[in-house]
């Protein structure tokens, strides 16, 4: 059974950098794409960063140069590395797991019906 505990939300000023961590059980990364996704209020999810079990990754343009996914296989940990922020980047931040042996084509990779598994979230805030 998959289950995916975020941690490292927090409130920064813009600028600044958070490190959110995702503590992953069940999970097989060599099988599985591993992603971060956000909401704000009022607003759809969206993806923000996927790596899958090769270490490749993809951001969303909002983000790139700015985030850095990465997966920590003897840890079982996901982690976003989030520096600049903006107050644009205030929203739940959410980790999420593909089912195992899924093929998602580039366009796929930060769509949210292609995750099945989901944590509780995390609140970040950026303030101006």
């Known amino acids: 059974q998959v289950q995916l505990v975020e941690s490292g939300g927090g409130s920064v000023q813009a600028g600044g950098s958070l490190r959110l961590s995702c503590a992953a059980s069940?999970?097989?990364?060599?099988?599985?794409?591993m992603a971060w996704f956000r909401q704000a209020p009022g607003k759809e999810r969206e993806g923000v960063a996927t790596?899958?079990?090769?270490?490749?990754?993809a951001y969303a343009e909002s983000v790139k140069g700015r985030f850095t996914i990465s997966q920590d296989n003897a840890r079982n940990t996901l982690y976003l590395q989030m520096n600049f922020l903006k107050p644009e980047d205030s929203a739940v931040y959410y980790c999420?797991?593909?089912?195992?042996?899924?093929?998602?084509?580039?366009?796929?990779?930060?769509?949210?019906?292609?995750?099945?598994?989901w944590g509780q979230g995390t609140q970040v805030t950026v303030s101006s």
């Open positions: 790596i899958n079990g090769y270490g490749n990754t």
């Open positions: 069940g999970v097989t990364y060599r099988y599985m794409y």
């Open positions: 999420a797991a593909s089912r195992p042996g899924l093929v998602l084509s580039v366009k796929e990779y930060l769509l949210p019906n292609f995750y099945d598994y």
